[in-house]
């Protein structure tokens, strides 16, 4: 029945009761007329519950209908922290909702991704994700891992980078890589290298490079990037792969000495440091920690997708270029298409620098 016929039944009842002069004369059939009421009520029942139900389904349709979490799977104050506060503060005016951030920090960033893994997939849980750490992670504590990076999660974008940069200590006498290497093969076993932990992507930067050039170095783990520094700036240990914002201060200060950056072009905060490639002569060396946001795998596709355009639009404009830029990050969008092959790559990448190196977690 349409909202035509049930109109009609309505009209035809008031018809039926309407007040007449002479009732008498009339014969009213009460139990048609009671059928037909009963009729007619259900009939508006029926198209009221279809009319709340297209509504709630129009509104459900539309997202963000409430406030998101974005998961930061480390504590305050580093960089995956500064990305994640800026993005969630762009998006929350992008999406004209609230985008919230939750530092969810503990077993090197797992603990954090495997909450995001396990949320449901509508959009309203994602993951602030170091792209780097966890592609070595996914390799290195493969047996442990309670999630999946590449089946548990729907990239939704490369968000951007933060370069390394190759450092020694000045009392080394040596300027360039190439009088690194040579060092290096004129004292084997005894060039030591300082790391911020086993898994740590600084670590295997320089585990790759050692790798490539036959090198014989000795590593030293420490529990995070500080104390590193501090080792490697009084001389403790004699060189090191650090994240450009970890280092970029002792470089200016003449503590320690740049001999040059992992990116495969030079880098703004350190124009006058040659790449790897330029120092080396290797045809190839791009290694850089990367960050991105990750849904749960399930997520409607045109959700992933709304929020990769605006994010996108978002690392477009110059000042939240020069925002990240502060934090040391070099904007990099990359497409969800274009993110899940980036981290597949990335992970081949670790996988095989892993094997080579015969990195272990029980080093750390």
């Keep these: 029945m349409t909202l035509s016929d049930a109109y009609l039944e309505i009209n035809m009842l008031f018809f039926l009761y309407k007040p007449i002069s002479k009732p008498l004369e009339i014969t009213v059939d009460h139990s048609f007329l009671k059928f037909r009421c009963v ?8 198209l009221s519950l279809i009319v709340i139900t297209n509504i709630s389904w129009a509104q459900s349709t539309i997202y963000p209908a409430h406030p998101i979490k974005l998961i930061v799977p480390f504590p305050p104050g580093g960089a995956t922290d500064v990305i994640g506060r800026i993005m969630a503060q762009e998006l929350s005016k992008s999406l004209s909702q609230q985008v919230l951030v939750e530092n969810k920090s503990g077993d090197s960033g797992n603990l954090g991704a495997e909450l995001v893994a396990k949320s449901q997939s509508d959009g309203y849980t994602l993951l602030l994700a170091a792209l780097t750490s966890h592609s070595i992670n996914a390799n290195l504590e493969k ?4 999630y999946d990076l590449e089946k548990d999660f729907s990239p939704v974008a490369v968000l951007g980078v933060v370069p390394l940069v190759f450092v020694v200590n000045p009392s080394l006498p040596i300027k360039n890589m190439k009088e690194f290497i040579s060092y290096a093969k004129a004292n084997p076993g005894k060039l030591t290298f300082a790391s911020s932990g086993a898994g740590a992507p600084q670590r295997l930067a320089m585990e790759m490079f050692r790798f490539q050039e036959g090198l014989d170095m000795l590593h030293i783990p420490y529990k995070g990037s500080g104390p590193a520094m501090t080792d490697l700036v009084g001389g403790q240990v004699l060189c090191m792969s650090e994240t450009v914002p970890a280092a970029i201060s002792f470089i200016q200060s003449g503590k320690l000495r740049a001999l040059a950056v992992s990116t495969s072009k030079r880098i703004s905060q350190l124009p006058d440091v040659p790449t790897v490639i330029e120092a080396t002569g290797v045809s190839n060396f791009d290694v850089v920690s990367m960050f991105g946001i990750l849904a749960p795998t399930g997520t409607p596709k045109a959700i992933v997708n709304q929020l990769s355009e605006a994010a996108k639009s978002i690392l ?3 000042d939240v270029q020069d925002r990240m830029l502060t934090a040391g990050v070099y904007t990099n969008y990359l497409s969800p ?3 899940t092959k980036r981290i597949h790559a990335e992970m081949n990448m670790w996988a095989k620098v892993i094997k080579d190196s015969n990195v272990k977690l029980s080093e750390n």
């Design 39 to 46: 009729r007619t009520l259900l009939t508006l029942l029926v």
């Design 143 to 146: 047996a442990s891992l309670r």
């Design 316 to 318: 477009l404009r110059q």
């Design 337 to 339: 298409s274009e993110s």
